[in-house]
Structures are given as structure tokens and as C-alpha cells.
């Protein structure tokens, strides 16, 4: 079985045909680049050979190369192995973007085309962008682009010199930069394709029977070159680079490697011929893979998020897919769910006490398809069927035949035990029953249900049409089914699951709320609040504390707080945080939705700045910390409570940790989360720092046991639980 196959047919058009064995997506492995290498040759030595067609035996082209064996070329051969095998691949690409042409004149060659049949990523645009012309089908669902820069490496088969080359700078830097995917059509009028066709292997076929020589040679191989937009060294090129360099650092705040190297790519490549240009791509592409970042990013955020999503750590039951689902509240959180559960093709029955409050969360649906459709991402079709999947009631009947039930009422205790045995007693005997919580102990609120082995907590993040992540919490009498069923429920929503098992905050709160607490916490210290959030920010946090407070709401802590208060009695530690929420709360300032918090804002609730008043209350004291102090704070406050959650058995795999913390609340993407930033830092330096940050600031620093453990020991988190959890 190989990867590649060749059809030649009698009008001397040869098919290439990429479809590798058992996988729904081609993906580039070297033994499949070594296959396709061996068709060229055979193409271009072929007398009968007039061009040659690169298409795909399944519904979409590539979906880019396999990381795995990216990370096998580190593994086995270092740095040195990296480049080898990424110059592999130029040499490859290289030699069908000549087809087989005299290296003086440019004449002699074969044209070769490509022909989409839908999306194409990654390598999957790559080898493309080195054919002679580019034909895509007309297909609406397809993605094309080089996403390669959001799991921290940038495109390094040629792609970054290619699109540069072809574009120019400025215009490739949202394709290269921000990964921006478009579809067919679009990518047509970025000039990163060339045609939208019916047939696009037909369209193929008929261009290499009928190329001129002229057409097969690229702009940057012709005598005469200028980059579009000017080269580095011309006047137009000098500013887009200078403007360029500003934007990547403002945008990574320069704790993203892949970003600087990429622009440092694309600079020093369009200084020299072409060659040499790639050359210099793959050097920093090496230097990328190289860098500590980039394999956590990628061990993350795509072998670890793939791993989840496919059920890595799903319990040994029947197929659970779920056909009718009841959501309870229609709130923006059960909106959310029913909104995302349609979407997927599920029964929804979305309840809540009054008809209105239900029609009003079925309307939330209406509006995102509604602007879904004016971006021409959706159609009037699909908007109908999806919203004709969504019952709006105030009748629990209407939950008879649902297998699994969502409940998204108010968090209340009482509220919630009162819908659960409304609920259940309509409901077949072997749904389940979830319940949406972020504090709420699971094993608590399975109390008002009658089967607790079938009551599980399923927490989504807001706003849930857009947040990847999905925690499932087990409680103390939670069966394997529920469990098995939570997951398949939300691999159907296309959602990242993490399990974990029932504790106050579960996993995600229980981190990030310390992170918040500490950024108020240093507010009443007198730490300048300018330097907390950027602090934040240069450690690679989306939002500094005092922000992301007031995005979540200051009444959604203070409450947060008097709950926890009351649960923790003389242990609660977090009073001097409370006076500075409390306080806010009283002044009316709860926020962005009040349009007042920690920050100021316009009528319009555009943040303006960190509120003046907040500094005549607390004062910025004269001496203030070091940058380096401030950061060490705001990320042991979350990462040793990560550590505490996987000793108690919170967590039960660090892969959840770590793509949980990134998914769930932004935790510094480059680090590859919480376990993955430790192992960076070392076991022994996360322990002195620890110890350190205890004795000038308290107990809540104190280092735990098993970071003390594994300091002694020198291990790291991915040594010692990481290989066990995978091979499992």
C-alpha cells in the first residue's frame, strides 16, 4: 500500500493521485515525499508524459504533514536531522516547480498542475504553490491556507518563500502570520490559487495538454525579478518590514519564536536568489523546531488536543452518540449549548420557565447564523435546518426520548435539584444527566438525582459557539457510561473534552482564579497596575488579571468569593483580594457590562485605559517589584495549583493539564501549559522559585510535595507521567 499512484493515460496526461492508506486526511509522511519524488522522476523521463496532474483520492487535498514525524526528525537527528529532512523536501518541491527544464534557458520542462479537491493545509498548500497553475473545486467547506504559525512553527517546505515571493510581504502576512485560512473563491482573489473550477482535475488536465513553456516558468525565476511591494532594501519594502517587525512583536510581545523567525525568514530570503532563499528557510525553520517552544506548542496543541478529541481517555463502553439532547435554561450559556448541538445535527429541546425567556434563547441561534450568513460563511439553508432542530418550551414532556440532558439553569443549589427530578421524571431510565457548573460540587448536586451513576458535570466555557475546551467532571458515584457519553457528545459538537474528577473549581477555576486574586492581590499592595497586566501580557497571557476580571464580570467574583468564604470558614485566604473586589462592586464599577471596572471605557464599552480612581484608593507605592517578580507570581499562582490538582487526583493526565490550560483560559500558548512551562523551567529552578516566592509573599506559594519530589529526583512532568499516559 503506498501513499502516491500514478495513472498515465493515452492523451499523455499523467494523474498523480495522493490517498494515503487508513486515514480520513492525506497527510506527508517521508516515505509518501520519497513515493512522490520516484512518480516525478518517472513522469519527467516518460517520453509519453505531456504534464502531470497532483490531485486527491479523497474529499480533501492534504491536511499538511505529519508532526509526529517532524518530531521524529528532531528526535533522532537534531538539528542537523531537521534541516536535512526539510531540505528533503525543498530539493522536492524544487524539482517539480523546474519539471524537468534546462537550468540556463527554462526551457524543456514538464507542466505540472494541481488540482483540489477541498481543503488543503499545510504541506497541502505548500506542494501546490510549486506547481505550474492551481485548480480548486468550488467547494464552500473547503479551507485553504498555511495554519502552521497557531501550533508554533511556521510554513517550512518552501511555503513561506513561495507565498512571499508571490504576494509579496505585506500582502502574505495574514496568510503566513495569522495562519488566516479562506476558502476557495477567496483564495482565488488573494492570488494564492489560480482557478475555481467544477472539475478541477478536468480543468488540470486540459492546462498541461495545452501550457506553453512560458507558462511553466515563476516569476521568481525570471530574469528581472522584483518582489511585489518592494524587497527589503527598496524604499516601499523598507517601511512594510519596519511596520512588519512593529506588529509581530506588539501582536507576540516576543515570547513566540515562530513569529520573529518566520519574519527574520522572509526578510534575509528576499535579499538572494531564490535558492538560497530556501535555504535560509530551513535554517529557521530548524532554528524554530529547535527552540524548547515549539515542541510544546505542537505536543499540545495538536498530538495531545488529537489524542483528547479522539477519546484518548475514554472509558471502555458502547458507542454513545447522542440523537436528543435537552437543554435546561435558555440563558446565554443554554443558548450556547443548543446552538452548538443543532449545529452538529442533534435534537434539540431548549426549555426554561416562561415561553419568552425559551424563544429568546432560541433567537440567539437565529442571530449567529443570521451574521454566519451576511459573512457568506453560512446559507438560508442551513440556518433552517438547524433551527429547525431546536424545540423552544416551557414543557419538560417535550424531553421524552432525550438520551442526554444538559442543565444550564442559575447557580443554585436549590434551582438545580428542583429541575434534575423534574427532568428525570420524564426521561428514559438510561439517559444521562449532566449538569453545567463552574463551582458547584458535582457530587453535591447529584444528590436530588435518582440515578447518580448517570449524573455527570459538563462544563462549558463562554461564550460557547467560540471556546474550544469542554471540561467533564466526574462525581464520586459517576459511572463509566455517563463518562463515555459526555465525551462522545462532545467529539459530535467538535469540542476539545478534558475529564477530571470533582473538587472545589474543578481544574480550570481552580487555576485561574488565583491568577486573578493575584493580580488584585498586588493592586492593594500598591504594585502599579500598568505593570501587573503587562507583566501578564509579556509571559504570554491574552489578558492581564485586572482585565480578564472585568470580561467575567467583578459580581461574578464577589460572589465567587462569598461562597467560597463561607465553605472555607477561617482558612479562606483571600481577604485582602475581597476588599478590593467588594469595594469595586459597591462603587457600581462590576465590569465591561457595566462599562466600569478596573478599566474605564467609552459609551460604546471600548476599553480606554486602567480607571484613575483606582489609584487615589490604593496608591502606587514608590518602590516597586521587578518585572520578573510580578510575572513569577501571576504564573505559579496558576501553575503550582495545576500541580496541586494532578497530586490530589484532580487530574488524572497532564495532557489534559496542559491542553485544558491552554483551551480553556489562554495559559501562555507558547509554554505548551502549565506542565510543559515547568519541565521547560526544570523541576529544580520551579522549586527554588517556588520556595522563594513562599517567603516573601506566604503559604500559597508553598512548593507541593510532588514538585518537591521530583526536584530531588531530577525528573520532569512529561518524563514521569507523560510516555506512561500515552502508551496507556
Given at each position: 500500500m503506498t501513499d502516491f499512484t500514478m495513472e498515465k493515460g493515452a492523451d499523455g496526461a499523467a494523474i498523480i493521485t495522493w490517498d494515503v492508506p487508513n486515514k480520513s486526511m492525506n497527510v506527508l509522511s517521508l516515505d509518501g515525499a520519497a513515493e512522490l519524488n520516484r512518480l516525478i522522476d518517472e513522469a519527467l523521463a516518460d517520453e509519453a508524459v505531456k504534464g502531470i496532474v497532483i490531485t486527491s483520492g479523497k474529499k480533501d487535498f492534504a491536511g499538511g504533514m505529519d508532526l509526529n514525524v517532524i518530531a521524529g526528525m528532531k528526535n533522532n537527528g537534531g538539528a542537523q536531522g531537521v534541516f536535512d529532512g526539510v531540505m528533503t523536501l525543498h530539493h522536492l518541491l524544487r524539482k517539480i516547480e523546474r519539471a524537468g527544464m534546462d537550468p540556463k534557458t527554462l526551457k524543456g520542462g514538464k507542466p505540472i498542475a494541481a488540482a483540489l479537491p477541498g481543503t488543503a493545509l499545510g504541506i497541502g498548500l505548500e506542494l501546490p504553490l510549486s506547481t505550474h497553475r492551481i485548480f480548486a473545486a468550488d467547494n464552500l467547506k473547503a479551507k485553504i491556507g498555511l495554519p502552521e504559525i497557531m501550533v508554533g512553527i511556521f510554513p517550512g517546505a518552501g511555503g513561506t518563500t513561495r507565498l512571499t515571493r508571490k504576494l509579496g510581504a505585506m500582502m502574505a502576512a495574514p496568510f503566513l502570520l495569522e495562519g488566516k485560512l479562506s476558502d476557495p473563491k477567496k483564495a482565488k482573489a488573494a492570488g494564492i490559487i489560480d482557478e475555481v473550477a467544477e472539475d478541477p482535475v478536468a480543468a488540470a488536465r486540459d492546462w498541461v495538454l495545452n501550457a506553453k513553456e512560458a507558462d511553466l516558468v515563476k516569476p521568481w525565476d525570471q530574469k528581472g525579478y522584483k518582489m511585489p511591494g518592494g524587497e527589503p532594501f527598496h524604499p516601499a519594502g523598507f517601511m512594510t518590514f519596519v511596520g512588519a517587525s512593529a506588529m509581530v512583536h506588539g501582536k507576540t510581545m516576543g515570547v513566540y519564536p515562530a513569529a520573529k523567525a518566520l519574519l527574520s525568514a522572509v526578510y534575509e530570503g528576499a535579499m538572494v536568489p531564490f535558492d538560497q532563499a530556501l535555504k535560509i528557510e530551513a535554517r529557521w525553520f530548524t532554528n524554530v523546531l529547535m527552540n524548547p517552544s515549539s515542541g510544546a506548542m505542537i505536543r499540545s496543541l495538536f498530538i495531545n488536543k488529537e489524542a483528547l478529541e479522539k477519546g484518548a481517555n475514554r472509558p471502555d463502553a458502547p458507542d454513545q452518540t447522542v440523537k436528543k439532547v435537552g437543554v435546561l435554561g435558555a440563558g446565554m450559556m443554554g443558548a450556547g449549548i443548543a446552538y452548538v448541538s443543532a449545529m452538529a445535527g442533534i435534537e434539540v429541546v431548549l426549555i426554561d420557565a416562561k415561553q419568552e425567556a425559551a424563544d429568546k434563547g432560541k433567537s440567539y441561534s437565529t442571530a449567529l447564523l443570521d451574521k454566519a450568513i451576511s459573512r457568506k460563511k453560512s446559507t438560508e439553508e442551513k440556518k433552517a435546518e438547524v433551527l429547525g432542530l431546536i424545540t423552544a418550551t416551557t414543557d419538560y414532556a417535550a424531553l421524552s426520548g432525550c438520551d442526554l440532558i444538559v442543565e444550564a439553569v442559575f447557580e443554585d443549589t436549590g434551582v438545580k435539584a428542583e429541575v434534575t427530578k423534574k427532568a428525570e421524571a420524564v426521561i428514559p431510565a438510561d439517559a444521562i444527566f449532566a449538569t453545567n457548573t463552574s463551582t458547584l460540587p458535582i457530587s453535591e448536586l447529584a444528590k436530588a438525582s435518582a440515578r447518580p451513576e448517570q449524573f455527570i458535570g459538563i462544563h462549558f466555557f463562554s461564550?460557547?459557539?467560540?471556546?474550544?475546551?469542554?471540561?467533564?467532571?466526574?462525581?464520586?458515584?459517576?459511572?463509566?457510561?455517563?463518562?463515555?457519553?459526555?465525551?462522545?457528545?462532545?467529539?459530535?459538537?467538535?469540542?476539545?473534552?478534558?475529564?477530571?474528577?470533582?473538587?472545589?473549581?474543578?481544574?480550570?477555576?481552580?487555576?485561574?482564579?488565583?491568577?486573578?486574586?493575584?493580580?488584585?492581590?498586588?493592586?492593594?499592595?500598591?504594585?502599579?497596575?500598568?505593570?501587573?497586566?503587562?507583566?501578564?501580557?509579556?509571559?504570554?497571557?491574552?489578558?492581564?488579571?485586572?482585565?480578564?476580571?472585568?470580561?467575567?464580570?467583578?459580581?461574578?467574583?464577589?460572589?465567587?468569593?462569598?461562597?467560597?468564604?463561607?465553605?472555607?470558614?477561617?482558612?479562606?485566604?483571600?481577604?485582602?483580594?475581597?476588599?478590593?473586589?467588594?469595594?469595586?462592586?459597591?462603587?457600581?464599577?462590576?465590569?465591561?457590562?457595566?462599562?466600569?471596572?478596573?478599566?474605564?471605557?467609552?459609551?460604546?464599552?471600548?476599553?480606554?485605559?486602567?480607571?484613575?480612581?483606582?489609584?487615589?484608593?490604593?496608591?502606587?507605592?514608590?518602590?516597586?517589584?521587578?518585572?520578573?517578580?510580578?510575572?513569577?507570581?501571576?504564573?505559579?499562582?496558576?501553575?503550582?495549583?495545576?500541580?496541586?490538582?494532578?497530586?490530589?487526583?484532580?487530574?488524572?493526565?497532564?495532557?489534559?493539564?496542559?491542553?485544558?490550560?491552554?483551551?480553556?483560559?489562554?495559559?501562555?500558548?507558547?509554554?505548551?501549559?502549565?506542565?510543559?512551562?515547568?519541565?521547560?523551567?526544570?523541576?529544580?529552578?520551579a522549586a527554588e522559585i517556588s520556595d522563594g516566592l513562599t517567603e516573601r509573599h506566604g503559604a500559597r506559594f508553598e512548593t507541593p510535595k510532588l514538585l518537591r519530589e521530583m526536584a530531588q529526583k531530577g525528573e520532569s512532568f512529561y518524563g514521569r507521567f507523560g510516555q506512561q499516559k500515552q502508551a496507556a
Open positions: 461564550p460557547v459557539d467560540k471556546m474550544l475546551l469542554v471540561e467533564i467532571i466526574k462525581g464520586a458515584k459517576t459511572g463509566p457510561v455517563a463518562v463515555a457519553k459526555a465525551l462522545d457528545f462532545v467529539r459530535q459538537i467538535r469540542k476539545t473534552p478534558i475529564v477530571v474528577n470533582d473538587a472545589r473549581f474543578f481544574y480550570a477555576n481552580r487555576c485561574i482564579i488565583p491568577y486573578i486574586n493575584e493580580g488584585v492581590r498586588m493592586v492593594a499592595e500598591g504594585v502599579n497596575p500598568v505593570l501587573i497586566e503587562n507583566a501578564a501580557k509579556l509571559m504570554g497571557m491574552p489578558l492581564g488579571p485586572l482585565q480578564l476580571v472585568d470580561e467575567t464580570s467583578i459580581d461574578l467574583g464577589v460572589k465567587i468569593a462569598k461562597a467560597t468564604r463561607a465553605a472555607m470558614g477561617d482558612a479562606y485566604p483571600d481577604s485582602a483580594v475581597d476588599e478590593v473586589l467588594f469595594w469595586l462592586a459597591d462603587e457600581g464599577r462590576l465590569g465591561r457590562k457595566s462599562n466600569s471596572g478596573f478599566y474605564a471605557y467609552d459609551d460604546a464599552g471600548k476599553r480606554l485605559g486602567l480607571w484613575e480612581g483606582l489609584e487615589a484608593k490604593y496608591p502606587i507605592a514608590d518602590e516597586q517589584p521587578d518585572l520578573t517578580e510580578v510575572q513569577h507570581r501571576l504564573m505559579f499562582a496558576q501553575t503550582l495549583e495545576a500541580v496541586r490538582a494532578l497530586e490530589e487526583g484532580v487530574l488524572e493526565d497532564i495532557r489534559e493539564g496542559d491542553v485544558g490550560a491552554i483551551l480553556g483560559w489562554g495559559f501562555a500558548p507558547w509554554s505548551g501549559g502549565p506542565f510543559s512551562w515547568l519541565d521547560m523551567l526544570g523541576a529544580g529552578r
